[in-house]
């Protein structure tokens, strides 16, 4: 018996790529069942040309409601974090994993689920066609799912962290943890030993992108 191909998000894709294109067809993407319980798809934000693309797991409760990425608590912690790195949030293209938010009840709230190996692969033609278009110098995974995505392979993300992996051809790839690790922490001195961890890290993704112009210009 033949089986039936998985669904994914690309029989949703446009031919056409460019970001305005990509966002709108990725609207009425049905290519896993995220979408069904989720508000709306919530696509990348940032310039088309922008050097660094930060990609999250999926969007929160804020996200899914608002459309945007990384406006919540983790967007917070991002921003402080970008800001102390001197790097403009404006030039910074910001993504997720996965476009759907993916929850349960619990209580009164929408409690956030890890997305499914095959939901972060159904949705991953949509961040390769925003890597293509963008073509940013670096892309920073913020945690497991991103890094799995983008890695196409499973990572450990204490072991791998801040380091830049090169490939020769395509972005460089940097890994740091996402900051919901950040606010999960009980203590408030853990909490503030990881924001200064990932905060650091941020900074060697500025440095790294001020060497890379630095070579441009020469
Ligand atoms: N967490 C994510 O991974 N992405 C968002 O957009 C918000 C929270
Ligand atoms: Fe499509 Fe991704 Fe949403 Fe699944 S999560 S429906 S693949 S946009």
Known sequence: MATKPRKSAVDFLPTKRAIETLRRAAKSCKGCDLYKKATQTV??????????????????????????????????????????????????????????????????????????????????????????????????????????????????????RGKFIESGSGPITFITIHPSVIYRQREKDEQEKEYRRFASEIKQVQRKLNSIKTVKLL
């Open 43 to 160: 696509f990348g934000e940032g310039p088309v040309r922008a050097n660094v693309m930060f990609v999250g797991e999926q969007p929160g409760d804020h996200e899914d409601r608002q459309g945007r990425p990384f406006v919540g608590p983790a967007g917070r912690l991002v921003d402080k974090a970008l800001t102390e790195a001197r790097i403009p949030r404006e030039e910074v293209y910001v993504t997720n994993a996965v476009k759907h938010f993916k929850w349960i009840w619990r209580g009164k709230r929408r409690f956030h689920q890890k997305p499914a190996i095959r939901q972060v692969t159904a949705c991953k033609p949509w961040l390769e066609a925003e890597i293509e278009v963008v073509r940013p110098k670096i892309v920073v995974c913020m945690g497991a799912t991103a890094a799995q995505s983008v890695l196409g392979k499973l990572v450990r993300v204490t072991k791998e």
